[in-house]
């Protein structure tokens, strides 16, 4: 198989990669154009006619319509029809009143202003609230009111004896000598003596009616009440309502009283006189019965069939023996027979033909990176070392490499290529030495690792990726995969000196089993397409689409992802040096799961 492959490959007999990225591209634009056909409102169409056309309804129709005649016709069923309707009492009464001078006026009145009006306030005169507004207002009364009861409270105690007698006192000489003989009392500034005729009178004013009648006035606070009155008495609120108590034409005071006077007015109008007696006659209401009426309806639809030239045509269409070319079916057969010899219909039925096109069916792409931006996608790339990362938290190197992986910085994306790129340039990293662990180190070389671990994954299917590398014994450049324990790991490809190596690595090369194909012969100038199909524990390589080697695992797969790694094992040359791993594309596809 292998020596099969690599003689094939010398005779020029192995398609290269770009004349099948040619084929890939085709394909797909044969399923694009496919595709947009399918979408296209033609076809579309054609599907409806054809399914429409060959259908038994439409064969049954086309032979009804070839053995139509006028007699016994809807068109005629339909003329007696209108004739009967027209006939009828309840509509020729209907068309004589809306044929009439009353019908007009009515008309006329029923739109306008006055009339929506009149029924506005009649809804509003006749509610509940505004007629127990009126009730109430009309049975109100001054007397007993709070208004009345405050006015006579002020009155009587304006007019009160012992508030007379009070403010004479407060102005009489001898309060005035009372409330200076009191403040000195009090103080006991001064001892009065019993026989200062001062003393007498301020002695006599204590035991004096109108002291007694002054502090009964001031306990209970009868000025300030009095004041009080007044105040709320003479409030501007409290005149208007007593105001309105007192008015016995109260209610055409009130702001319900407008609307209740413009009821009555339009209610006086001949407009109004004239449209409420009209809709109470016997002809209106034979008009509101025939108006919505389903036979009024029916008429006016006859009428309107009858008169129309789809109707008259229709009774010329049944006259004619040659009808079924005049109909919409012939157009539909007319219309099919055309998109049928269609350029776009010819195209459809030739690319269902092509048996490429089943790969759609089939397959699904569930990984397609062609690197077309300008950065790497970090979202499905990884640019560590996944075991590194997963368990010191970082890249590091094997003891035989002697590069360090430097992340992003040897990583390019020029011409939708990426490149892993190896430079001499002194770098700080870490290797793992089974003696001592992780040990720091500087390198002489750098280089970039990428990996899907933490993004894509798959366990059965096909993965490939189009590279190009210098195969030469210090760098290798190599595209495995690895499930959920670093070993075994499968090599897609490893670069050598001058050969790939496609197999397994059961355990890590010092002292395991490695399971590599060595290929020999490849044009390392040019891109190549690097297979591995799997299914179950059928491992299969291609090159190019041309198998190379299989191989069995020991148990069926279990879920895998990608790493991409330019490493270096011996010491280079500076002019040799950067090395450009790169990868045009990477593709991955999964047989489609048959629907239930």
């Known amino acids: 198989m292998l020596l099969s492959f690599q003689i094939r490959y010398f005779l020029g007999l192995i398609p290269k990669a770009q004349k099948i990225d040619s084929l890939w591209a085709e394909l797909f634009k044969m399923r694009d154009e ?151 009392e009090k103080g006991k500034s001064v001892n009065l003596q019993e026989e200062d005729k001062k003393v007498k009178i301020y002695r006599h004013f204590l035991r004096s009616k109108a002291y007694q009648n002054l502090l009964i006035v001031e306990k209970h606070d009868l000025p300030g009440k009095l004041e009080q009155l007044k105040n709320e008495t003479s409030s501007p609120h409290f005149l208007e309502q007593e105001a309105f108590l007192i008015n016995r034409n109260r209610y055409t005071t009130t702001s319900d009283y407008p609307l209740f006077n413009e009821l009555e007015t339009l209610s006086k109008s001949s407009d109004i006189r004239f449209y409420l007696k009209c809709i109470n006659t016997s002809i209106f209401a034979n008009y509101k019965e025939i108006v919505n009426s389903a036979a009024l309806a029916r008429l006016q639809e006859l009428r309107l069939a009858v008169k129309d030239q789809e109707f008259l045509q229709r009774v010329e269409f049944l006259k004619n023996k040659k009808r079924f070319e005049l109909t919409p079916e012939f157009k539909l057969e007319r219309e099919l027979d055309e998109l049928e010899r269609s350029n776009l219909i010819i195209t459809y039925h030739r690319l269902r033909k092509r048996s490429e096109l089943s790969f759609f069916d089939q397959w699904e792409i569930v990984l397609d990176e062609n690197f077309s931006g300008h950065q790497l996608s970090t979202t499905i790339w990884e640019p560590e070392n996944y075991w590194g990362s997963k368990i010191a938290g970082f890249s590091f190197s094997q003891a035989t490499e002697l590069q360090a992986f430097n992340g992003l910085n040897n990583i390019e994306i020029k011409n939708q290529i990426l490149s892993i790129v190896t430079k001499a340039e002194k770098s700080k990293g870490k290797v793992w030495d089974p003696a001592f662990g992780l040990i720091p180190k500087e390198f002489e070389y750098s280089s970039g690792i990428l990996n899907t671990g933490n993004s894509f994954k798959f366990k059965e299917g096909v993965i490939e990726a189009k590279v190009k590398f210098r195969a030469e014994a210090a760098i290798t450049s190599a595209f495995s995969l690895t499930g959920s324990r670093p070993f075994p790991q499968i090599d897609v490809f490893r670069s050598g000196h001058k050969r790939v190596g496609l197999g397994i690595i059961e355990h890590p090369a010092n002292g395991g089993i490695k399971k590599l194909v060595q290929v020999k012969g490849l044009n390392f100038n040019n891109f190549h397409i690097f297979r591995l199909e799997i299914f179950g524990n059928m491992l299969i390589w291609k090159i190019n689409n041309h198998e190379v080697h299989h191989e069995l695992l020991s148990q069926n797969s279990e879920e895998l992802f990608l790493n991409f790694v330019g490493t270096i094992h011996k010491p280079l040359n500076a002019q040799s040096l950067p090395h450009h791993f790169e990868i045009d594309w990477v593709r991955c596809m999964q047989k489609k799961t048959a629907k239930p």
């Open 34 to 184: 496919l595709f947009a056909i399918e979408a296209s409102p033609e076809l579309a169409r054609y599907k409806e006619l054809k399914l429409l056309v060959q259908s038994k309804d439409f064969q049954t129709k086309k032979g009804e319509i070839n053995n139509l005649s006028l007699k016994n016709s809807d068109e005629y069923h339909l003329l007696n029809e209108l004739a009967t309707l027209e006939g009828l009492k309840p509509i020729k009464n209907y068309f004589k009143f809306i044929q009439s001078s009353d019908f007009e006026k009515f008309n006329v009145l029923s739109k306008s202003s006055n009339l929506a009006r009149y029924y506005e306030l009649e809804k509003i005169v006749q509610s509940a609230d505004f007629i127990h507004r009126k009730k109430e207002t009309e049975g109100l009364r001054y007397k007993g009111s709070h208004e009345h009861l405050k006015r006579q409270e002020f009155n009587t105690l304006n007019k009160s004896v012992r508030l007379k007698n009070y403010r004479n006192t407060l102005e009489s000489d001898e309060y005035h000598l009372f409330l200076k003989l009191d403040a000195t």
